[in-house]
């Protein structure tokens, strides 16, 4: 909840798309995704424990391979409609944010959304499961997750969860970050979905670093960082008001 919290007030609702996908939603201290930072801007954050995060057992986990599309995003659509009916939620200043795993969850949400949320973030998400398979270094990851290259026969489920498959439905504004460094999720994902934002006249804006990698670690680079998240939704939900 934001400080200060008053029940008897609507507030706009963030949900924070984790990555991974296999890593656990923790209250860790961390100056980039902080929970108490996103709230601080005057937004109520839900943080599911959507299918592929750990401690719900194995098959919990193992859920979400080969299924990046599916049952995991139910979750996320399931958890924003249920926070959206508390009566202290406005639910027409809703938003998405995510990295890595939860970066590529928003780029799915924005053509997969049913006009439920007004902004997202997306941070060194995947945009196209093919040109990702072709540039990433990590392959023991994407031959396990997406269940092997496109070109085999059948060609994989997974490829049909790809986020550009579906952006001819994008209508949202959408804030994109990345980092020239990034060789799990290379920038040119980034690159693309924000080149697809701009043609489709999306009100978009790309924050790209070019001495960061996968994460945004340097102190000063963080302070942009923080900024720009708060300066998207503040222009997008009225948050902070």
């Known amino acids: 909840y934001p400080p200060f919290f008053n029940p008897e007030k609507k507030y706009p609702a963030l949900l924070y798309c984790?990555?991974?996908?296999q890593s656990t939603v923790s209250q860790f201290w961390s100056y980039r995704w902080n929970f108490q930072m996103m709230a601080a801007g005057n937004c109520i954050v839900v943080a599911p424990n959507r299918r592929g995060t750990p401690s719900f057992g194995q098959e919990w986990v193992d859920q979400i391979s080969g299924d990046y599309g599916g049952q995991n995003m139910q979750d996320y659509l399931s958890a924003i409609d249920a926070l959206a009916e508390e009566p202290y939620v406005d639910a027409d200043k809703l938003a998405a944010a995510g990295a890595s795993y939860g970066g590529y969850s928003v780029f799915w949400l924005a053509g997969n959304h049913d006009k439920r949320f007004k902004a997202?973030?997306?941070?060194?998400?995947?945009?196209?499961?093919y040109s990702m398979y072709g540039s990433t270094e990590e392959y023991f990851f994407v031959n396990h997750d997406y269940e092997g290259p496109f070109w085999k026969t059948p060609e994989p489920k997974s490829y049909t969860f790809s986020p550009h498959l579906f952006v001819k439905n994008w209508d949202t504004p959408i804030l994109i970050i990345s980092g020239a460094n990034d060789f799990r999720i290379p920038y040119t994902q980034s690159l693309e979905a924000f080149n697809a934002a701009q043609l489709l006249g999306?009100?978009?804006r790309l924050l790209f670093f070019?001495?960061?990698s996968h994460f945004v670690l340097k102190p000063?680079?963080?302070?942009?960082?923080?900024?720009?998240?708060?300066?998207?939704?503040e222009t997008w939900l009225n948050a902070g008001q």
Request: charged content about 15%.
């Open 120 to 129: 997202f973030i997306s941070h060194c998400g995947i945009y196209d499961f």
């Open 18 to 21: 984790q990555g991974g996908p």
């Open 202 to 204: 999306i009100p978009s």
């Open 220 to 233: 000063q680079n963080s302070v942009l960082w923080q900024r720009e998240f708060a300066l998207w939704l």
């Open 210 to 212: 070019p001495d960061e």
